[in-house]
């Protein structure tokens, strides 16, 4: 039985390139995005890897949107096997300097976005017994950063949730959980970011400007990005070996840099299956 899959944000990327190598696995892939308009790359990546992937109008944003585009892919294909959230925004700025617009923006995508989709495939999956929901998270799930309060608290939120519901959901409905967590990306969705953030570090004349300056010397300093920043494709390669042949792992960092900026936090449990056995045997009695 062929397998089926909703990847969210792919319009560039690592959802892009996730969409097209699940298809390569010879899997039947949906893969939405908010502006069908910016379709073009995704449908040119597919047509030179000899792949079809589907097209969905999706905005993680609005309910309804995702509702709709999970009920027309339960019509066409019958099942939905795989959801992976990679639909997210980030802004570098300091959260005094937000709007509360944006900051809500931030949440509203990164968290209430995994959370639409997640709620709307769950009937699905947990009917057939089966499923896999990847989450693109970030090390900024894990460990607080200058200037990204706002980013990382969404994602330090969506990893609480992912491991709340990971405890019950793969015992009880044969659910699988990932999280994924890469350091850094050479992607349009960095670009966008990185560059908000050094504007705002240019024109910054108040308190913040000191922060700002440090901040983007230190990665000038360093040269981090361009050494050592993942590709989009690298990253989705990671995610999509984790959804063709899945470990009991709950946290994957895709790259030593990721795995070496988490270490401190995550030394006693790096992929987080020691503390999810713990907290299915305290908590629901089960045995791991």
Do not use: W
Not at 21 to 32: D, I, T, W
Not at 137 to 151: A, F, H, I, R, T
């Amino acid at each position: 039985m062929q397998r089926v899959a909703l990847v969210t944000g792919c319009s560039s990327g690592v959802g892009l390139y996730t969409a097209v190598h699940l298809a390569k696995q010879g899997m039947r892939v949906f893969a939405s995005m908010r502006d069908l308009t910016k379709a073009a790359a995704l449908t040119n990546a597919a047509h030179a890897a000899g792949v079809n992937v589907e097209l969905v109008r999706l905005d993680v944003q609005h309910e309804e949107q995702v509702e709709a585009a999970v009920s027309d892919i339960l019509a066409l294909a019958g099942r939905l096997d795989v959801l992976v959230n990679n639909a997210g925004v980030g802004m570098l700025r300091a959260m005094e300097e937000m709007s509360e617009a944006e900051i809500k923006q931030v949440f509203d995508v990164n968290y209430f976005g995994v959370v639409r989709c997640i709620r709307a495939v769950l009937p699905t999956m947990r009917a057939a017994k089966s499923g896999h929901i990847v989450s693109v998270s970030s090390v900024g799930g894990l460990v607080g950063q200058p200037l990204n309060e706002v980013y990382c608290g969404a994602k330090f939120a969506l990893e609480g949730m992912i491991e709340s519901l990971a405890t019950y959901m793969e015992p009880f409905f044969n659910i699988k959980f990932t999280i994924i967590e890469p350091a850094g990306i050479k992607s349009e969705f960095v670009n966008n970011a990185m560059g908000g953030g050094f504007k705002a570090a240019a024109s910054a004349t108040g308190d913040y400007a000191p922060v700002y300056k440090a901040y983007t010397d230190a990665i000038a300093a360093r040269g981090s990005f361009e050494t050592l920043a993942q590709t989009s494709e690298q990253v989705a390669e990671i995610i999509v070996a984790g959804i063709v042949n899945p470990g009991p792992e709950l946290r994957i960092q895709t790259s030593a840099v990721a795995k070496a900026f988490a270490a401190e936090k995550l030394s006693g449990d790096p992929d987080g299956t020691s503390l999810q056995r713990k907290v299915r045997i305290g908590t629901l009695g089960l045995k791991g």
